[in-house]
T-cell receptor, first 113, second 111 residues
Framework: DAGVIQSPRHEVTEMGQEVTLRCKPISGHDYLFWYRQTMMRGLELLIYFNNNVPIDDSGMPEDRFSAKMPNASFSTLKIQPSEPRDSAVYFC???????????FGQGTRLTVV | GDSVTQMEGPVTLSEEAFLTINCTYTATGYPSLFWYVQYPGEGLQLLLKATKADDKGSNKGFEATYRKETTSFHLEKGSVQVSDSAVYFCALSDGSNDMRFGAGTRLTVKP
């Protein structure tokens, strides 16, 4: 397996624009996580899915953020409208079950200017 | 709720020095414990893991022992190299589907 695949690797956008980040988990993994990493706040869990169903979205910072998982092999994280404070590295991770290790993608570095 | 507390950095060592990064956890059940490493510009990679008390995880010269009595999972390496410079994260998974991470410790190894 190629591992968790995220796209794009880098995204630069203007404030107010819509941004969509994409993730393909490892085949067969039932859990998918979205994290945000910044120098100030470290690694934050935004939302996670089990079998394509959102289980906990309490980490989503505000209504401008939304995430979907239409099938087992694809998830999106959308920010609309984007703001400069959303600038961060966004990671997607997947795992095969409880107690199992998480596999991370390479991340998307988002810069909102 | 469950949480992980790890030694704050940054940590700077000379090559071949001994490394310890402390990690303690709080969990209601019997979690699995992990150390992840993040190299510059990359995602987190699993370094080692332990799934029950007294288990020792090891990889690339790094070791950590699951100590239930002290709720700890300290990371150690006997002789660090420049290539070990990275950020290290302690993490736990208690079976509730949510993985908890520590704040990360940045290690710099100087030649």
């Amino acid at each position: 397996d190629a591992g968790v695949i995220q796209s794009p690797r880098h995204e630069v956008t203007e404030m107010g624009q819509e941004v969509t980040l994409r993730c393909k988990p490892i085949s067969g993994h039932d859990y998918l996580f979205w994290y945000r990493q910044t120098m100030m706040r470290g690694l934050e869990l935004l939302i996670y899915f089990n079998n394509n169903v959102p289980i906990d979205d309490s980490g989503m910072p505000e209504d401008r953020f939304s995430a979907k998982m239409p099938n087992a092999s694809f998830s999106t994280l959308k920010i609309q409208p984007s703001e400069p404070r959303d600038s961060a590295v966004y990671f997607c991770a997947s795992t095969g079950g409880p107690w199992a290790e998480a596999f991370f993608g390479q991340g998307t570095r988002l810069t909102v200017v | 709720g469950d949480s992980v507390t790890q030694m704050e950095g940054p940590v700077t060592l000379s090559e071949e020095a001994f490394l310890t990064i402390n990690c303690t956890y709080t969990a209601t059940g019997y979690p699995s414990l992990f150390w992840y490493v993040q190299y510059p510009g990359e995602g987190l990679q699993l370094l080692l893991k332990a799934t029950k008390a007294d288990d020792k995880g090891s990889n690339k010269g790094f070791e950590a022992t699951y100590r239930k009595e002290t709720t700890s999972f300290h990371l150690e390496k006997g002789s660090v190299q420049v290539s070990d410079s990275a950020v290290y994260f302690c993490a736990l998974s208690d079976g509730s589907n949510d993985m908890r991470f520590g704040a990360g410790t940045r290690l710099t190894v100087k030649p």
